[in-house]
């Protein structure tokens, strides 16, 4: 549960020795033929056929890539009706989304490869342009960028590392969100919303939304504009305060897009994004930690702080795409400010500890405010398709600026801060972030079947921060204001060798590395003044076929991945944790995706993966031995769905859908860890169907129709005058929700 790094490992104890002051700051769907990818108008389900994808920065067919790939369209992200990636979780073979009690407090593994730090390991674009910090300083990989869907065209994820395109954070893999372009040609909008009842909220749930696209001037400007609301009503009480329903969300989202094409051979296209969550509370309880029983109920919750989350984000992006004739360039432009503020309750670790102090029924509460600003250019030139040899190269720039402040309280029942004590802790951490990369691929045919890609990057990245501290915290371990730099060169690779036997049939090998970034270090004696980036190598073997007249697509993956240098956390005597290298892990698995189109209006689909990440070095510092399977991974993941399309009669359509997830079980930490928790395996089964008259459509939905109630993402707090741990934090999975939705068009 924790969000980023904790500096301060040992519990602050009455006498003088360390405290464990949380310091969150460097750290504390179905596959590519899942659902129509574009258009809100109804489709039969022959149209999924054909999906065209752009991760591998170019457009092509999403069954030519020789990487194991999963696309999720706008179709079905509206008749599930997700509105956050936690909806997904279950269905991308191979994808772990972990909940972290709120839309925005999200954390995404991929293939077994987790962040065992905060620093992130799956890259995060819109379109051309990549969002989220590459430091270890702002907790991105607490934090993925979640986007209502409603503007979305469908959301790409590639597994295994994509380090050679994309760089930086990416080693585990790629989550790319694409969003609608512009129509020159027609005008059009839509309108929408609908209500939702969750099982034990305390009121009702709704959605609005709208949007229009507006060609200015025909064939060379066109407008397009959305803007969407979603509440969520809390369903988690706190018997403590007495406050029911205490973790509202609403999530607002707006969007700006332009087009323009003054000619046939130069596009540009401009957009602005904006987008807020605000909740109230977290949707976790608390658990007992020897029996993993609800402490207040399943729905129920004791924190005597109010926890709320509220995100920001701000996006601009420019692209220019121009046709030379002979290659297509392309200017991706982008800006970012996003911005959270995370409070935690931290009573239960240092109330005991005041206590010792004469003062009781003390409260503590951990206020962590991040900022990050985030700029990119990235210049592509590629060759055109269809040569005996094609090739793309391209440089790439960011620079990221963010700052991390942290306050640790000690207050009295009433709020009044208590003398001696208040604040224990205060913390600023600004940092730096700049990189630079050059980068390219070619592809050489050697005949009309047998290809090979050999792609490289080489990059550079220089970091530097400060840190500023006062309070009781820092007095007792010796902690100072100070900073530091670091500075490293990296290359990255790949190599993928691809067959097509006919034009039914593809098989492919793949080799390919990624790194996470390494960074400065607290200045402190004994501790290495930088720590390494860490780094993988994936092996790769794939088929993709269609069989029975392509009614039948099947895709299957199996991949052995190495890494090296792992990032975590370590401590020094006196308590005070930073980043170290040690240990390293493997991940073995497969993932297998089919679907099948008995007839026209008819699909089904399959999902599966199977995963198993361990230790193959002891990490003493985290308590795992080698053999220990990784935090949070589970071993076995597959979903199923069918959806139905049929007519009623001339004028009326409509549509049925199911889907069932199972998520094996997982441990909080690893086996030897005596703070390592089973979370138990889990199943969900959805339903949704719609009607459709001319421009009208009605769709009803009801998510989790099994109220099932896992204990996710589980985390503990210790007693901060004992060092035992006294509470156990899980994450909820929303329970029944059932709704209903009109859309209409014009």
């Known amino acids: 549960m924790s969000t980023a790094r904790t500096i301060f490992r040992r519990p602050l104890l009455a006498t003088a020795t360390t405290a464990a002051l949380a310091l969150w700051s460097h750290g504390a769907i179905a596959d590519e033929a899942s659902g129509p990818a574009g258009s809100v108008k109804k489709q039969d389900a022959t149209t999924i056929e054909v999906v065209t994808v752009t991760a591998q920065k170019r457009t092509e067919n999403a069954r030519d890539v020789s990487a194991s790939l999963s696309v999720v369209g706008s179709q079905q992200l509206e008749n599930q009706h997700v509105n956050s990636l936690a909806d997904l979780a279950g269905s991308l073979p191979g994808v772990q ?62 597994r295994g590392p994509q380090g050679t395109l994309y760089g930086a954070g990416s080693m585990g893999g790629l989550l790319k969100y694409v969003m609608r372009e512009p129509d020159m040609n027609t005008f059009s909008g839509r309108v929408g919303g609908g209500f939702a009842h969750i099982d034990g909220a305390s009121g009702t749930g709704w959605t609005g939304r709208a949007s229009v696209n507006i060609p200015l001037i025909k064939d060379e400007l066109a407008m397009t504009a959305s803007l969407s609301q979603n509440r969520t009503p809390g369903y988690i009480d706190n018997l403590v305060t007495g406050k029911n329903g205490i973790n509202d969300v609403t999530q607002q989202s707006g969007r700006v897009a332009l087009s323009w094409k003054p000619n046939a051979d130069v596009q540009l296209k401009l957009s602005a994004l904006h987008q807020n969550v605000d909740a109230d509370d977290l949707g976790v309880i608390l658990l007992d930690p020897r029996t993993q029983q609800p402490l207040y109920g399943e729905r129920g919750t004791g ?21 030379l004739h002979w290659a297509d360039f392309t200017s991706a432009t982008g800006y970012s400010a996003s911005a959270s503020q995370t409070t935690k309750d931290d009573t239960v670790v240092y109330g005991p500890v005041f206590a010792a102090y004469g003062y009781a029924n003390g409260r503590s509460g951990l206020y962590l405010d991040l900022n990050l600003k985030k700029a990119t250019q990235e210049f592509r030139l590629a060759s055109k398709a269809g040569g005996k040899v094609e090739w793309l190269t391209g440089l790439f720039y960011t620079h990221e600026s963010s700052k991390n402040a942290q306050l640790l309280t000690a207050k009295s029942a009433s709020g009044a801060a208590l003398p001696g004590l208040d604040p224990l802790l205060v913390v600023g951490l600004p940092s730096t972030y700049r990189e630079g990369a050059l980068f390219g691929d070619l592809t050489y045919k050697l005949s009309d079947q047998f290809d090979v890609t050999g792609g490289v990057r080489y990059a550079r990245n220089e970091q530097d921060h400060s840190y500023a501290v006062s309070g009781i915290g820092a007095a007792l371990t010796g902690l100072k204001s100070s900073g530091g730099t670091s500075a490293e060169n990296v290359t990255t690779w790949m190599v993928s060798p691809r067959y097509r036997i006919d034009k039914n049939n593809m098989v492919y090998l793949r080799v390919a590395t990624g790194y996470r970034p390494g960074s400065p270090n607290l200045a402190l004696p004994g501790v290495p003044a930088v720590v390494d980036s860490d780094r993988l190598t994936n092996y790769e073997a794939g088929w993709k076929t269609s069989m029975l007249e392509r009614k039948l697509n099947l895709n299957l993956a199996l991949y052995e991945i190495r890494w090296k240098d792992i990032q975590i956390n370590n401590s020094t005597p006196q308590g005070v944790a930073y980043l170290a290298n040690a240990g390293t892990a493997t991940s073995r698995g497969g993932e297998a995706s089919l679907s099948y189109t008995p007839v026209n209006t008819l699909r089904l689909a399959l999902n599966s993966s199977y995963t198993q990440a361990r230790l193959t070095e002891d ?61 138990d395996s889990y199943q969900v089964f959805n339903l949704n169907a719609d009607v459709s008259r001319g421009i009208w459509t009605m769709r009803v939905y009801a998510k989790n129709l099994n109220n099932a109630k896992p204990q996710l993402n589980i985390g503990y707090l210790g007693n901060g005058a004992t060092g035992v741990t006294s509470t156990l934090q899980s994450s909820m999975l929303q329970p029944r929700t059932i709704g209903i939705e009109f859309d209409t068009q014009f």
């Open 303 to 323: 924190t005597v702080i109010a926890e709320p989350f509220r995100n920001r984000l701000n996006f601009y992006a420019a692209t220019v795409n121009w046709d």
């Open 619 to 679: 990490a003493p510092t985290l308590k795992g031995k080698d053999g220990d399977t990784l935090p949070g991974i589970a071993r076995w993941n597959w979903s199923t769905s069918a959806d139905y399309y049929f007519n009623l009669s001339d004028e009326w359509s409509g549509h049925v859908g199911a889907d069932y997830r199972w998520i094996d079980k997982r441990r909080s930490s690893f086996e030897n860890n005596p703070d390592s928790y089973r979370q």
């Open 97 to 158: 989304i972990e909940n972290g009690g709120a839309p925005g407090r999200t954390a995404i593994s991929m293939r077994g490869i987790s962040s065992l730090d905060v620093g992130s390991v799956i890259g995060t674009y819109i379109d051309d342009t990549p969002l989220g910090s590459s430091s270890s300083f702002a907790a991105a990989s607490r934090y993925q960028l979640d986007l209502l869907p409603y503007d979305l065209e469908r959301i790409e994820v590639l």
